[in-house]
DNA sequence: ATCCCCACCTGGCCGC
DNA sequence: TGCGGCCAGGTGGGGA
């Protein structure tokens, strides 16, 4: 489900009902997802949310006791966090519930690729110390970071964008969905991509990423932000689970890369 | 150091 | 209607 704007949609949608709101109680379904629901989660009861921010495909929460610590969540495939009111039952996938004082939050995950951790430290934390830039900061769009940090990797310009610690957000339809617009193929080496290719990939895949948070993300079959509510950005979808390219109406193609499948115009898309 | 492939898990869809 | 096979927004780890 979950790529930069989906995630950035689920943030928007919980910040301001959470922030500065204490937590009263942790109930823990089950243990078992990508990593396991610690008994240290149950440190979370009585303390109060600060802040929450994405970094990534990551939602952190800044919670504050006696000294700062940090709820870690990732949403896999299927993650999705969702507000309930009080005394609702549990629904199937249901793994943890964050009871505030008017309405729980709850994390739900069918595939259980997702994950919630508690770290003290956010710079130490394992997955959040390798996460490459965000490309809705830094100047990401000027292409100047996705010219000089891919001059000698001979990877497919899709994976290497799809590889977190160097760029974090970017997930397997909006690579697609850039490249379609830039016309680049799938296959190019990242070292062959010219410096006006990297100013246009860049810039077009920051415009598709804000422009899907605008429409609330993208609901391919399941994905909610917290609301309960459906993004539209898929309606957009140029190439991704097409069968004929919207441009030139020839045949779409589906390969593998890395395992992960990508469609493209072998017209418009030319290697 | 890099790169590729697989496993992790559940459910939906397609074809027989 | 049922069952097998394949597919799906992600990622860490192990082997080459």
Redesign the pocket.
């Known amino acids: ?4 704007p ?1 995630v950035q949609c689920v943030v928007n949608s919980i910040k301001d009902k959470i922030e500065n709101k204490k937590i009263k109680k942790i109930v823990r379904f089950s243990k ?1 997802l ?1 990593e396991p629901l610690s008994n240290d989660l149950f440190k979370l009861e009585n303390s109060t949310v600060k802040k929450i921010i994405r970094r ?3 939602i952190i929460i800044t919670l504050e006791s006696n000294k700062d610590f940090y709820l870690i969540v ?5 993650g999705s966090l969702l507000f309930k009111e009080k005394n609702q039952k549990k629904e ?2 249901d793994h943890l519930k964050i009871e505030f004082e008017n309405f729980d939050l709850i994390y739900n995950d ?5 994950f919630v951790i508690i770290d003290d430290s956010l710079k130490d934390n ?2 959040i110390k ?1 996460l490459g830039v965000d490309p809705l900061k830094n100047s990401f769009e000027n292409g100047e970071f996705l010219f000089k940090s891919s001059r ?5 310009v899709k ?2 964008l ?4 160097i760029v ?7 690579i697609m969905e850039a490249l379609f617009l830039t016309k680049l193929n799938p296959k190019i080496k990242v070292k062959d991509l010219t410096f006006i290719e990297c100013v246009n990939l860049s810039k077009t895949l920051v415009f598709l990423l804000e422009e899907s948070i605008k429409l609330g ?7 909610k932000d917290a609301d309960n509510k459906k ?1 539209s ?2 309606d957009k979808f140029l190439i ?2 097409k069968k004929t390219c919207s441009i030139c109406l020839s045949e779409v193609e ?1 390969i ?6 990508t469609y493209f115009c072998p017209v418009c898309q030319k290697l």
């Not at 990732?74 to 299927?78: E, F, R």
């Not at 069918?110 to 997702?114: A, N």
């Not at 000698?152 to 497919?156: L, T």
């Open positions: 489900m979950p790529e930069l989906e078992n990508r990534g495909k990551y990732h949403l896999g495939m299927t199937k996938h069918i595939r259980k690729f997702g394992k997955y390798k000698d990797k001979n990877r497919d994976v290497f799809l590889d977190q610690s974090a957000g970017i997930g397997n339809i909006y993300g993208s609901s391919i079959s399941d994905y993004g950005f898929q991704y689970g589906k593998k890369q890395n395992g992960r499948s």
